[in-house]
C-alpha cells in the first residue's frame, strides 16, 4: 500500500493563479480530509469528505473547492491563489467506521505551496 | 466550535528523563476522540497516542502515555525516558465522533527538544 498520496510535493503561484492539489489513497478510506499547516498554528480543517460525492467545509474553507467524484481521490482546487494561501497542505484519510481500534487518520506527506 | 490549546510553545529534556506536555481543549461534546501526534523536521505527521472520551483509563503506548482528564478538559502527554529521536513538534488533537462528520481540530504545538 502507498498509503496517502499527494502531488506536487512544492509549488510556486503568482497571484490570481488558480491550481489543484491531488491527493489519493489507496486503502478503501470514506473519509478524507484537506488540512493547512501555517507557522505557529498547528493544523487547520479546510474541507473534509464522509464519502464519495459528500463534502463538507471545515474551519477554513474560504477560497478552495474540493469535490470527491471517487473513494480514492480528493482534489483541493485554489480558483484564484492569494498570498494568504501560502502554507504546507496535508491530506489525509481514515475509515470512518468510528471504531476506537482501527479509526486512525494517516496523513500524506504535505504539499508545500508559496504564493507571490 | 471546538478548541485545543497547547501554552508551552517549547520544551526541553535531558536525554533519559521525564517530561509532560500540556494540552487543554473545549468543547460540549460528550464523546470524542483525543490525539497527541508527532511532527518530525520530515513534516510526516505520526500518531503518538490516542484516547476515548468515554473511557477513564489513561490511553500508554510504551513510553508514551496520557493523564486525561475529562472534567478539566485536560490531556497532557508524559514522555519517559525521553530518547534523541523524540524531539520534534507535537499536537494536540480533537475529534468528534458524531456520524458523518471528521471535523478535527488541533492545537498550535509545542516544540520538544531533548539535550544529550
Known amino acids: 500500500n502507498a498509503g496517502v498520496t499527494q502531488t506536487p510535493k512544492f509549488q510556486v503561484l503568482k497571484t490570481g493563479q488558480s491550481m489543484t492539489l491531488q491527493c489519493a489513497q489507496d486503502m478503501n478510506h470514506e473519509y478524507m480530509s484537506w488540512y493547512r499547516q501555517d507557522p505557529g498554528m498547528g493544523l487547520r480543517l479546510i474541507h473534509y469528505s464522509v464519502g464519495a460525492g459528500i463534502t463538507d467545509q471545515g474551519e477554513v474553507p474560504n477560497g478552495y473547492n474540493v469535490s470527491r467524484s471517487t473513494t480514492e481521490d480528493f482534489p483541493l482546487r485554489l480558483l484564484s491563489a492569494a498570498p494568504s494561501q501560502t502554507s504546507v497542505y496535508f491530506c489525509?484519510?481514515?475509515?470512518?467506521?468510528?471504531?476506537?481500534?482501527?479509526?486512525?487518520?494517516?496523513f500524506g506527506p504535505g504539499t508545500r505551496l508559496t504564493v507571490l | 466550535a471546538q478548541t485545543v490549546t497547547q501554552s508551552q510553545p517549547e520544551m526541553s529534556v535531558q536525554e533519559a528523563e521525564t517530561v509532560t506536555l500540556s494540552c487543554t481543549y473545549d468543547t460540549s461534546e460528550s464523546d470524542y476522540y483525543l490525539f497527541w501526534y508527532k511532527q518530525p523536521p520530515s513534516r510526516q505527521m505520526i500518531l503518538v497516542i490516542r484516547q476515548e472520551a468515554y473511557k477513564q483509563q489513561n490511553a500508554t503506548e510504551n513510553r508514551f502515555s496520557v493523564n486525561f482528564q475529562k472534567a478539566a478538559k485536560s490531556f497532557s502527554l508524559k514522555i519517559s525516558d525521553s530518547q534523541l529521536g523524540d524531539a520534534a513538534m507535537y499536537f494536540c488533537?480533537?475529534?468528534?465522533?458524531?456520524?458523518?462528520?471528521?471535523?478535527?481540530?488541533f492545537g498550535a504545538g509545542t516544540r520538544l527538544t531533548v539535550k544529550p
Open positions: 489525509a484519510s481514515s475509515n470512518g467506521e468510528n471504531r476506537p481500534s482501527t479509526d486512525t487518520q494517516y
Open positions: 488533537a480533537y475529534r468528534t465522533r458524531r456520524l458523518n462528520n471528521n471535523d478535527m481540530r
